[in-house]
């Protein structure tokens, strides 16, 4: 069998090393020039931990992630306002937690690619042509591709997804905020930060920061906002939504990169009626997008796609590998889903009697019971769809 992965990001990669082990022929085609630099701190955990361990790149990803002692909301000045302790969350989701920057997490999942796929840069889908026994594509260089199946893991603002199921209009969701990331240098800020992850303790804004093994400083921002526009130029945009800021702020933004090197989106979910049609599926964010606010994306990524390729593996024939993948799969998302919704009001609080209430509850999550419900109110319900797939798991 024969696939053809649309998109080198973290469910693309880990979809194709997946594919690979399982005896497929795989090609993946990537629009950008290279691996990707920009991306955030991620909080690793839940299904796609379970699906990495089954992978064999746990020990990679812990040498690769960062030891991060503490989150927590400073003021103007950069006191301290309330504290999450990463051994209370630790214990919630049963110390199977890592901190991962998400360009190390990709950097992770290429190096676990063997020399059989065929990873291709600076190339795209043009032309779909799909029919109930394969596909043939045209790219972006020219050539043709025939394969037994297409999966678009193309992210929020997939191009298969459009060319198959039509404008994204119809299936995002737009949460009301837009995200940044950007890695800048200032061991100023470095020496403030260090092994904590600090968020400025605002109203309708925030910014966070982590410091690096390299002493540059990695930055994360969000902001409420009703236009899911994205701005022109989006350096500019950080200067001016986040003016005003304390603490480190003004620093980072003096450091900025330009805006090639800044990730800049909206904060949005992806819900279509079907992920697949025909011999074209969908894994990750082209089809099950949670938002930031759920803080599992990369993970449902691994885990999406390594239950995605179990069951194309273990079904009678592609058609209900695929529909086996969807009826497992979508509950986890939707649930994931739920949560961030739910989530949203707190991630970046609107009125200071939320942002009373969210310290509060930061404070209180070292007592008894309090952390594990923190755990479920961040993560969801837990699932073990992956676990069940892999005796040595469950053993």
Same mark, same amino acid.
């Given at each position: 069998?024969?696939?053809?992965?649309?998109?080198?990001?973290?469910?693309?990669?880990?979809l194709?090393?997946?594919?690979? #082990?399982l005896?497929?022929?795989?090609?993946?085609?990537?629009?950008?020039?290279?691996?990707?630099?920009?991306?955030?701190?991620i909080?690793?955990?839940?299904?796609?931990?379970?699906?990495?361990?089954?992978?064999?790149?746990?020990?990679?990803?812990?040498?690769?992630?960062?030891?991060?002692?503490e989150a927590?909301?400073?003021?103007?000045?950069?006191?301290?306002?309330?504290?999450?302790?990463?051994?209370?969350?630790?214990?919630?989701?049963?110390?199977?937690?890592l901190?991962?920057?998400?360009?190390?997490?990709?950097?992770?999942?290429?190096?676990?690619?063997?020399?059989?796929?065929?990873?291709?840069f600076? #190339?795209?889908?043009?032309?779909?042509d @799909?029919?109930? #026994?394969?596909?043939?594509?045209?790219? #972006?260089d020219?050539?043709?591709?025939?394969?037994?199946?297409?999966?678009?893991?193309?992210?929020?603002h997939?191009t298969?997804r459009?060319?198959?199921?039509?404008?994204?209009?119809?299936?995002?969701?737009?949460?009301?905020?837009?995200?940044?990331?950007?890695?800048?240098?200032?061991?100023?800020?470095?020496?403030?930060?260090?092994?904590r992850?600090c968020?400025?303790?605002?109203?309708?804004?925030?910014?966070?920061f982590?410091?690096?093994?390299?002493?540059?400083?990695?930055?994360?921002?969000?902001h409420?906002?009703?236009?899911?526009?994205?701005p022109?130029?989006?350096?500019?945009?950080l200067?001016?939504?986040?003016?005003?800021?304390?603490?480190?702020?003004?620093?980072?933004?003096?450091?900025?990169?330009?805006?090639?090197?800044?990730?800049?989106?909206?904060?949005?979910q992806?819900?279509?009626?079907?992920?697949?049609?025909?011999?074209?599926?969908?894994?990750?964010?082209?089809?099950q997008?949670v938002?930031?606010?759920?803080g599992?994306?990369?993970?449902?990524?691994?885990a999406g796609?390594?239950?995605?390729?179990?069951?194309?593996?273990?079904?009678?024939?592609?058609?209900?590998?695929?529909?086996?993948?969807?009826?497992?799969?979508?509950?986890?998302?939707?649930?994931k889903?739920?949560t961030?919704?739910?989530?949203?009001?707190?991630?970046?609080?609107?009125?200071?009697?939320?942002?009373?209430?969210?310290?509060?509850?930061?404070?209180?999550?070292?007592?008894?019971?309090? @952390?594990?419900?923190?755990?479920?109110?961040l993560?969801?319900?837990?699932?073990?769809?992956?676990?069940?797939? @892999?005796?040595?798991?469950?053993?």
């Amino acid at each position: 069998m024969k696939a053809v992965i649309c998109g080198a990001g973290i469910a693309g990669l880990a979809l194709a090393q997946r594919l690979d #082990t399982l005896g497929w022929e795989v090609v993946v085609v990537e629009r950008a020039p290279g691996p990707r630099t920009q991306g955030y701190m991620i909080d690793f955990f839940g299904p796609g931990y379970d699906a990495a361990e089954a992978m064999g790149l746990l020990s990679r990803l812990r040498r690769l992630a960062y030891p991060v002692k503490e989150a927590a909301s400073v003021d103007h000045h950069g006191h301290t306002r309330a504290r999450l302790t990463y051994a209370q969350f630790g214990r919630a989701v049963r110390g199977r937690l890592l901190s991962l920057m998400r360009p190390d997490l990709e950097q992770a999942l290429r190096e676990s690619l063997s020399e059989r796929v065929d990873l291709r840069f600076a #190339t795209s889908i043009r032309h779909i042509d @799909n029919h109930a #026994t394969g596909v043939c594509l045209t790219l #972006t260089d020219g050539s043709t591709l025939t394969a037994d199946l297409l999966v678009g893991a193309d992210g929020i603002h997939s191009t298969v997804r459009s060319v198959i199921h039509g404008d994204e209009t119809r299936y995002l969701r737009y949460l009301g905020f837009h995200t940044a990331a950007f890695v800048f240098d200032a061991p100023d800020v470095h020496a403030q930060v260090r092994d904590r992850f600090c968020l400025t303790d605002t109203l309708g804004r925030q910014m966070g920061f982590y410091g690096l093994r390299d002493g540059k400083v990695a930055a994360f921002a969000v902001h409420r906002t009703p236009d899911p526009t994205l701005p022109s130029d989006v350096r500019s945009a950080l200067l001016r939504e986040y003016a005003g800021l304390g603490w480190v702020v003004p620093r980072a933004l003096e450091q900025c990169p330009p805006a090639d090197r800044v990730y800049y989106d909206q904060v949005a979910q992806i819900d279509l009626p079907h992920w697949s049609r025909d011999r074209v599926t969908l894994v990750g964010d082209a089809c099950q997008a949670v938002s930031l606010l759920a803080g599992q994306g990369s993970s449902l990524g691994i885990a999406g796609a390594y239950l995605l390729a179990e069951q194309l593996h273990h079904s009678d024939s592609i058609e209900a590998g695929l529909a086996a993948y969807e009826r497992l799969w979508r509950p986890v998302v939707a649930d994931k889903q739920r949560t961030a919704r739910k989530a949203a009001r707190w991630f970046v609080p609107d009125a200071a009697w939320q942002l009373h209430v969210r310290r509060g509850i930061l404070k209180a999550a070292g007592l008894p019971g309090i @952390n594990r419900y923190l755990g479920v109110a961040l993560a969801g319900k837990p699932t073990s769809v992956v676990v069940e797939l @892999n005796p040595a798991q469950r053993g």
